[in-house]
Every structure is written in structure tokens, then in C-alpha cells.
């Protein structure tokens, strides 16, 4: 007597579906971005904002903050690139209350980076390094984007309307840009705001870039900032995608 040995394949439903992810993934983010170009009212509203950033601590608070060895308005872009992709990754929780969209809004963060890069120059804002370090500050901005755009995405799915999404999202993003290095030296702040100012995300982020467009030591803010996007990712990815298999 014989045993026959039965040898199971795989179905072609577990072999796929890490493609039919990859797949359902880029099809949502290209109707979202479809969507950008039907209704470019979207884009340009979420441009305005960052503009008035960037002409406000200019010409009106710049005249008031001086930072020792740089010209202000250096010192500053790096900080409103950092909150540009900061606020626009806020997007992401709205837009997951209902649906899928954090490969669109990494897009339109490159898209308005680009833009705030144009008006930087614009109004005095000089790269004083080479194109090369200035290209690695501008992924690294997108990256960290990308990273908070998952946390927020666990924001979206875990509330029940895009207002109260919109409304969850801000406490937690308010104080990570205006307590931190984006528009002022950490050391003019309050002794005991220091500590977190100068090691939280954004700040971290925010020295990594200026120190890739502006000079100096650079290695291990680079370095710092990676792995604060790493983090981020590690647990709020995760933790996204958990809930959205939940809700779907």
C-alpha cells in the first residue's frame, strides 16, 4: 500500500495579494490625483497658506528675529518647508475618514515644496552648500511628509467624519511646528520648552535640512532625522493599515 503525498500549492489569491495591494494602492492615489487636476482649486488653496507663511515671517516678523551668522530669511525656509509637508500630511486624516489617499498627498507635497523652493528665492533665500546636499534636503522633507501622513491617515480612520478628523489632527500638529526650530532659534524659548523644541520631529528634520542647505555639520542630523522618520513609520503604518482593514 501506497501513500500518496498531496502537496498543497499556494492559491492564487495569497500569491497575488501583495500585488492587489500594491495595485488597489496606485489606483486610488492616481484618482486622488485625478481628482487635483478636476478641482485645481484644491491645490491652490493648499499653496495659499504656506505663501502668507513665507511673506509674513519675512517682511513682517523677520525684521524682529535675528539668528547669529545667517541671514534670516535663510534660516527660515528650511522651517516652512518643514511645516509645508507638516500641515499638508494633516490632508491625509481628512481625506481617510473616507478613503485612501497618502501616496497622492506625498505628490502634492513635492508639488508644493517646489513652489515654496520658488518663492524662497524670490525673496532673498539662497542655498549655501550645492544643488546636491539642497536635493537631499528636499526628499528628506518629502520623506518625513510621507511618515506624518501615516500617523495622520491612523487619525482619519479612527474618527467618524472628515471635521472631526480635521479637528483631532491639528492639537497634535499645532505644537510640533510652533514649538520648535522651524521659525526661531531654540535657545530663545522658555528653559523648559528647550528640551522638547530641539528634540522633537520637526525640529530634528527642520536642523537636518538647514544643515544640508546651509553648511556645517551635517552627518548626524541627516542621521537623527532618518531615524525619526523611520520610527514614525514603523509604528504608524501598521497601526493604519490595521484600522483600514478594519473599516473596509
Known amino acids: 500500500m501506497t501513500t500518496a503525498t498531496v502537496v498543497l500549492e499556494p492559491t492564487t489569491e495569497l500569491r497575488t495579494r501583495p500585488f492587489d495591494a500594491i495595485a488597489d494602492t496606485a489606483t486610488i492615489a492616481q484618482r486622488n490625483l485625478i481628482t487635483l487636476r478636476r478641482v485645481p482649486q484644491l491645490l491652490v488653496f ?43 500630511a494633516m490632508n491625509t486624516a481628512i481625506g481617510l475618514a473616507t478613503d485612501l489617499n497618502t501616496l497622492a498627498d506625498a505628490a ?47 487619525v482619519g480612520l479612527a474618527v467618524a467624519n472628515p471635521e472631526t478628523a480635521q479637528a483631532a489632527a491639528f492639537p497634535l500638529l499645532a505644537p510640533m511646528v510652533f514649538a520648535s526650530s522651524a521659525f526661531v532659534p531654540v535657545a530663545s524659548m522658555p528653559g523648559w520648552l528647550q528640551a522638547f523644541a530641539r528634540n522633537q520631529p520637526l525640529s530634528v528634520v527642520v536642523s537636518a535640512s538647514r544643515a544640508l542647505v546651509l553648511g556645517g555639520p551635517t552627518a548626524t542630523h ?21 484600522r483600514y482593514r478594519r473599516a473596509a
Open 46 to 88: 493648499s499653496t495659499v497658506q504656506p505663501v502668507i507663511f513665507v511673506l509674513l515671517f519675512r517682511y513682517v516678523f523677520g525684521g524682529a528675529i535675528r539668528v547669529p551668522g545667517v541671514p534670516y530669511v535663510d534660516f527660515l525656509m528650511p522651517g516652512v518647508f518643514a511645516q509645508t509637508v507638516a500641515f499638508g
Open 222 to 242: 541627516v542621521l537623527h532625522a532618518l531615524a525619526w522618520c523611520g520610527a514614525i513609520l514603523a509604528v504608524a503604518a501598521p497601526l493604519a493599515v490595521r
Open 108 to 154: 502634492r507635497n513635492v508639488f508644493v515644496v517646489a513652489l515654496m523652493v520658488a518663492v524662497g528665492f524670490a525673496v532673498g533665500f539662497r542655498v549655501h552648500t550645492n544643488p546636491v546636499a539642497f536635493l537631499g534636503a528636499m526628499a528628506l522633507l518629502v520623506l518625513f511628509g510621507y511618515a506624518l501622513s501615516w500617523v495622520f491617515a491612523a
